[in-house]
């Protein structure tokens, strides 16, 4: 086990993100440089943790663009179901005046059939 | 800023995320006041470009916002505000490398003339460090940070940042491992003259 190799090993295990091996393990208790390595990168572990609640400011406004924006989307989608609403309701009538009109014709079109069967028969 | 505006616990977001689950706008709208520091300053730290960041919290919210009537409460509502952060974010990093020319990335910001009121209990040699490590994350590649931050900054789990990405859990853990040994190289090998190792992240955390 060399110092390289260990060094190839260290970014992902010092997160916890790897087994380190017995052999790894071996090297880095004998070896003052690989320590210090590990060193590093647990400091900077802890420091990126701790940027977690190291809030950073907006410049101002960015709330109020943000609900007006989701108003806007709100009432744009409202408007939509209302208009889809609508075209169900218009597609619904014009649907139900075809169906009316198409009993119609056939009622009439059976009269008429009727009608010119009646003499024949006779 | 006033304190209450400052990020809170989950559980006083309980309340307000189950009216919002059930249709009320004001408490959705509450939700994004009281969480949208938290949620800025992770866009800021995914994109580093102020301007993309701010797009990213509308975008965020309202993806929330269209999304909350199916939001279980499986995690916190944070982790599923983080999440889709991430995505959004991504989603702005991709883009902004295929539409915007590399002078663009001059206009990267400071993380430390930008950030709130040092914490009183943070000593001054800690605050400088945390600032350099903003700077460093900040000059990762996108695609390196954005794992970093995610994994190393707000904790989510391989599994939730490769789905989030768009990636398999074997590609978020090259990465992050990538990510993790170029930032490492950013604070230690290239570290300029003044800043000296010594002086830096060896002895503030």
Same mark, same amino acid.
């Given at each position: 086990?060399?110092?390289?190799?260990?060094?190839?090993?260290?970014?992902?295990?010092? =997160? =916890?993100?790897?087994?380190?091996?017995?052999?790894?393990?071996?090297? $880095?208790?004998?070896?003052?440089?690989?320590?210090?390595?590990?060193?590093?990168?647990?400091?900077?572990?802890?420091?990126?943790?701790?940027?977690?609640?190291?809030?950073?400011?907006?410049?101002?406004?960015?709330?109020?663009?943000?609900?007006?924006? $989701?108003?806007?989307?709100?009432?744009?989608?409202? @408007?939509?179901?209302?208009?889809?609403?609508?075209?169900?309701?218009?597609?619904?009538?014009?649907? =139900?005046?075809?169906?009316?009109?198409?009993?119609?014709?056939?009622?009439? $079109?059976?009269?008429?059939?009727? @009608?010119?069967?009646?003499?024949?028969?006779? | 800023?006033?304190?209450?505006?400052?990020?809170?616990?989950?559980?006083?977001?309980?309340?307000?995320?189950?009216?919002?689950?059930?249709?009320?706008?004001?408490?959705?709208?509450?939700?994004?006041? &009281?969480?949208?520091?938290?949620? /800025?300053?992770?866009?800021?730290?995914?994109?580093?470009?102020?301007?993309?960041?701010?797009?990213?919290?509308?975008?965020? /919210?309202?993806?929330?916002? &269209?999304?909350?009537?199916?939001?279980?409460?499986?995690?916190?509502?944070?982790?599923?505000?983080?999440?889709?952060?991430?995505?959004?974010?991504y989603?702005?990093?991709? &883009?902004? &490398?295929?539409?915007?020319?590399?002078?663009?990335?001059?206009?990267?910001?400071?993380?430390?003339?930008?950030?709130?009121?040092?914490?009183?209990?943070?000593?001054?040699?800690?605050?400088?460090?945390?600032?350099?490590?903003?700077?460093?994350?900040?000059?990762?590649?996108?695609k390196?940070?954005?794992l970093?931050?995610?994994?190393?900054? /707000?904790?989510?789990?391989?599994?939730?940042i490769a789905e989030e990405l768009g990636i398999s859990v074997s590609a978020a853990?090259?990465r992050?491992?990538?990510?993790?040994?170029?930032?490492?190289?950013?604070? /230690?090998?290239?570290?300029?003259?003044?800043?000296?190792?010594?002086?830096?992240?060896?002895?503030?955390?």
């Amino acid at each position: 086990m060399q110092c390289d190799d260990v060094a190839r090993i260290l970014p992902e295990a010092v =997160g =916890g993100g790897a087994a380190v091996e017995d052999s790894v393990q071996r090297h $880095i208790d004998s070896c003052l440089r690989c320590q210090a390595e590990l060193a590093r990168y647990r400091k900077m572990l802890r420091g990126l943790q701790l940027l977690r609640t190291r809030y950073l400011e907006p410049a101002p406004g960015l709330v109020a663009q943000t609900l007006a924006l $989701i108003e806007e989307a709100g009432e744009r989608e409202a @408007r939509r179901a209302i208009l889809s609403g609508k075209r169900m309701a218009y597609a619904g009538a014009i649907g =139900g005046a075809a169906v009316a009109a198409g009993a119609a014709a056939t009622v009439v $079109i059976v009269h008429r059939a009727r @009608r010119k069967a009646v003499p024949a028969a006779g | 800023m006033s304190t209450s505006e400052l990020p809170q616990g989950p559980s006083a977001l309980e309340p307000l995320v189950q009216a919002a689950r059930e249709g009320d706008h004001r408490a959705f709208d509450e939700l994004v006041r &009281r969480t949208y520091v938290e949620t /800025y300053t992770l866009a800021l730290r995914l994109t580093a470009h102020e301007e993309d960041a701010r797009d990213v919290v509308q975008e965020t /919210y309202l993806r929330a916002w &269209r999304g909350i009537g199916s939001f279980r409460g499986d995690a916190q509502f944070t982790t599923w505000l983080y999440r889709i952060t991430a995505n959004t974010a991504y989603t702005s990093v991709k &883009r902004r &490398r295929r539409h915007r020319a590399d002078a663009l990335d001059a206009m990267i910001h400071d993380p430390a003339e930008m950030r709130l009121d040092a914490q009183p209990e943070e000593s001054a040699q800690q605050s400088a460090m945390l600032d350099r490590l903003s700077v460093a994350l900040d000059q990762l590649p996108p695609k390196l940070r954005v794992l970093v931050v995610l994994k190393d900054v /707000y904790g989510l789990s391989h599994e939730e940042i490769a789905e989030e990405l768009g990636i398999s859990v074997s590609a978020a853990k090259v990465r992050l491992h990538r990510g993790r040994k170029k930032l490492r190289d950013l604070l /230690y090998d290239e570290a300029r003259p003044n800043h000296g190792t010594d002086g830096g992240i060896e002895h503030a955390v």
